[in-house]
C-alpha cells in the first residue's frame, strides 16, 4: 500500500492538490508512515510543536487509527467514515467537514 501512497502523493502534489487527496488509508501503520514521511516528525516547522500533516480530503474509511497521535493533522474533508478513532488524541487537528458518521 506504500507504493499506492506514494503514487497519491506525487500526483496530488504536482496536480496542487492535498497531498493525500482521495488515498485509500486502511491501517494505522500506513497513516503513521505517511504522515513520517511528509512532516519528518519531530522536526516541525509551526510555533506550537505540533507537526501540520496534510491529510486533507483524504480516505481512511473503515481504517484502524485507534491510538494515534494526531495533533495538529489536517483532516479536512476527510472521509473517516466508520474509521475506529478511539484513543486519539486529536488536539488542535482541523476536522472541519470530517465524516465522522457510523456505517449503516
Given at each position: ?32 508512515c505517511s504522515w ?41 474533508d476527510a472521509n ?25
Open positions: 500500500m506504500a507504493n499506492t501512497l506514494t503514487t497519491a502523493y506525487e500526483a496530488n502534489i504536482v496536480a496542487g492538490k492535498p497531498p493525500y487527496e482521495g488515498a485509500k488509508i486502511a491501517t494505522s501503520g500506513e497513516l503513521i513520517r514521511s511528509v512532516t519528518g516528525r519531530g522536526n516541525t516547522n509551526s510555533p506550537d510543536g505540533y507537526d501540520r500533516a496534510d491529510f486533507a480530503r483524504c480516505e481512511p474509511q473503515f481504517a484502524d487509527v485507534s491510538g494515534v497521535d494526531l495533533r495538529g493533522v489536517n483532516l479536512r473517516l467514515r466508520g474509521a475506529n478513532l478511539s484513543g486519539v488524541y486529536l488536539r488542535d487537528a482541523d476536522m472541519r467537514g470530517a465524516d465522522l458518521r457510523v456505517p449503516r
